[in-house]
């Protein structure tokens, strides 16, 4: 055997156990690393027993491998991951709206639905909706955020209320704004009509319009028109025209959804002018501005009309997910709703608010049917466990989820016997 033949065959016998060996030693004599070496070698760089000439020498091979051996990365200490974890860049609020809350909304929304549709049919109004406050109330104290209900609903008839300004959650946390409606349609549950939702949207803080519990003009649109094809300073006629322009139709093939209300009765007269089909509901806007986003399904072109204003910007936020258009303008028609709304913020009391002045940034908007509608299914209580049927929109992404749970865990919904 040569001598070249002698160096390579040595070199070859010697190098995995020398490898080991240094390991081990490095280890302090434990023979465990031998399967981290290859991930240990820099990826870009030359394996250095590789890199020897052929005719290395024994010296050559040991130094390779020595320098090998050093490249071996130690395993991390508990203390040196804590530092990397607290160094480590935040979640943006926008990205633990995502990952945390979205489902937590559902779970607060399907509490609140169930809790006052064991009231449905009875025609206790009052009841329902302190059923749905107090459900709600109970599961936004268990999230892991720092919110504050910036828009509620109750002031305008003394009825049962998250208020605004109160803080729930955890306090540990992301801070969000709140806005609720616990039981839109409380008539519509309590006649046991169809309609009837629990429904509240979540904000990063600062971006939901902060306004006191007061009527809001609205109009809105779908998704497909060109910006500002609709607004509230034109009249009903110039705004219906302009939109059946858009749509390639007559003014008489447009939709309108109006709520019904002695208010609108003008309304109504003047959209009927035109030989355009009117969609009256009863109650529940939130729903209705949400019907203008899909056309196809609903075909309801267009809402106009005053309703709540809590309702009003709950539905920009879901509108922002799945596109369209919204103005809104509160209705300040006394000193005090004025002094109200500027002591929350409010300077221009006849302020014109467009989709993204109502609800900006990153919005997660949930929803329950607590009766029967034409989105949602009502609350089912079956032999063994109850049924919800959820809606979840979030703006930063567009999307729109369905949920149809089964709940065999009747306890958590806290049920009166």
Known sequence: MSEKKAVKKSAKDKAPK?????VAKEKGGKKTASKVLPAAVPAKSKDPVQAAPKAASKAAVKSALQAVARTVVKPAKPKDLAQAAKSAPKAEPSQLLERILTLEL???????????????????????????????????NNLPIDGTVVIGEGERDEAPMLFIGERVGTGKGPKVDIAVDPLEGTTLCAKDMPGSIAVMAMA???????APDVYMEKIAVGPGYPPGIVDLDRSPEENIK?????????????????????????????VRSLGCGIRLITDGDIMGVIFTSMPGETGIDLYMGIGAAPEGVIAAGA?????????????????????????MGVTDPNRKYELTDLARGDVV?????????????????????????????????????????EHRNIEKFHLEP
């Open 18 to 22: 020398a490898a080991k060996s240094a």
């Open 106 to 140: 559902v779970r607060v929304t399907e509490r609140a639905a169930v809790a006052s549709s064991l009231l449905r049919g009875r025609g206790q109004e009052k009841a329902a909706d302190q059923a749905a406050v107090d459900a709600m109330r109970r599961e936004l």
């Open 204 to 210: 990063e803080g600062g971006t939901l319009l902060a």
């Open 242 to 270: 302009a939109l059946a322009k858009a749509k390639g139709v007559e003014p008489k093939d447009v939709t309108v959804l109006i709520l019904e209300r002695p208010r609108h009765e003008d309304l109504i007269r003047r």
């Open 319 to 343: 509108l922002r997910c799945i596109g369209g258009q919204m103005q809104g303008r509160l209705i300040l028609d006394t000193p005090e709703k004025r002094e109200r709304a500027k002591k």
């Open 365 to 405: 908007v949930a929803a329950t049917g607590v009766t029967d509608g034409a989105l949602l299914d009502g609350v089912r209580f079956k032999d063994g466990h109850v049924e919800t049927d959820t809606i979840v929109y979030r703006s930063s992404t567009g999307t729109v989820r369905r949920i149809k749970a």
